[in-house]
C-alpha cells in the first residue's frame, strides 16, 4: 500500500486532539482546548515539513501510546514543568518514562540545531516571531512556554526511533542550509492566506 501523507499527519493530529481533549490543566480547560481550526494548522504546518519515515514513526508511537493507554500530550506538558513550574513538576517526574543519559544527550544535539535554527528565523523574520514564543528557556514563565522547552518536551515523548529518525533528518537539513522554523512556518501563513514567510513578516511590520 502507498504510503498517504497527508491521510497520516490527519491521522495523527486527530490522535493528538482526543489525547489534548484530556489533558487536565492545573487552571481548569484551556481556552485553546475548544479551538480545533488552529491546532490542526500549527501541527499540520509542523508534520508537512518533516519525512516521510518521521511521520510513520510518529504515528506508531501515537498508536502504541492509545493502545496502552497513554497520554502523550499530556506527558509533553508534564515535561516542560520541569522548567515552567519545577515544584510541580518534582511530583510528577516518576510517573514520565525514564529516558537514558544517551536519549538525553541525542535530544539535547537537536534542541542545540533547532534553537539555533529559531534565532536564524527570527532575525531574518522579525515581524512574523514577534507573534511566536520567546526562543529559550531562560525566558520561560509558568505561564509563558518558550520554543526551547517545547521542543525540549515534545522530543520526550517519542520513541528512540522516531527521536533517532528526527536527529538524522534535522541533521540533513542543517547541512544543506534548510531550515525547520521556516519550513513549518512557510506552511503555516499559506494556510492564513500569505504566499510567503516574506509576506507575512512585511503584514506584521505594518501592525
Not at 523574520?125 to 526562543?135: F, G
Amino acid at each position: 500500500m502507498l504510503f498517504d501523507k497527508e491521510k497520516t499527519i490527519d491521522n495523527i493530529i486527530l490522535l493528538e486532539f482526543k489525547q489534548f481533549q484530556a489533558t487536565q490543566n492545573e487552571g481548569g480547560r484551556a481556552e485553546c482546548q475548544d479551538d480545533f481550526e488552529t491546532f490542526n494548522i500549527m501541527r499540520k504546518s509542523q508534520y508537512l515539513a518533516w519525512d516521510d519515515d518521521l511521520i510513520k514513526s510518529y504515528y506508531n508511537d501515537l498508536l502504541q501510546a492509545e493502545s496502552k493507554p497513554w497520554n502523550l500530550v499530556t506527558e509533553k506538558y508534564a515535561r516542560m514543568m520541569e522548567s515552567t513550574s519545577p515544584d510541580e513538576y518534582r511530583a510528577l517526574a516518576d510517573k514520565l518514562p525514564r529516558r537514558s543519559a544517551e536519549r538525553l544527550n541525542i535530544q539535547e544535539e537537536i534542541i542545540k540545531i533547532r534553537v539555533r535554527q529559531e534565532e536564524e528565523f527570527a532575525r531574518q523574520y522579525p515581524n512574523l516571531h514577534d507573534t511566536a514564543r520567546p526562543i529559550h528557556t531562560s525566558e520561560d514563565t509558568p505561564w509563558d512556554t518558550s520554543f526551547e522547552t517545547y521542543q525540549r518536551g515534545e522530543l520526550g515523548t517519542y520513541s528512540d526511533e522516531t527521536v533517532n529518525l528526527y536527529r538524522d533528518m534535522i541533521m540533513r537539513m542543517d547541512k544543506n542550509g534548510e531550515n525547520l522554523s521556516e519550513k513549518t512556518v512557510a506552511n503555516m501563513v499559506k494556510f492564513y492566506g500569505f504566499d510567503s514567510v516574506k509576506s507575512a513578516d512585511e503584514y506584521y511590520a505594518q501592525k
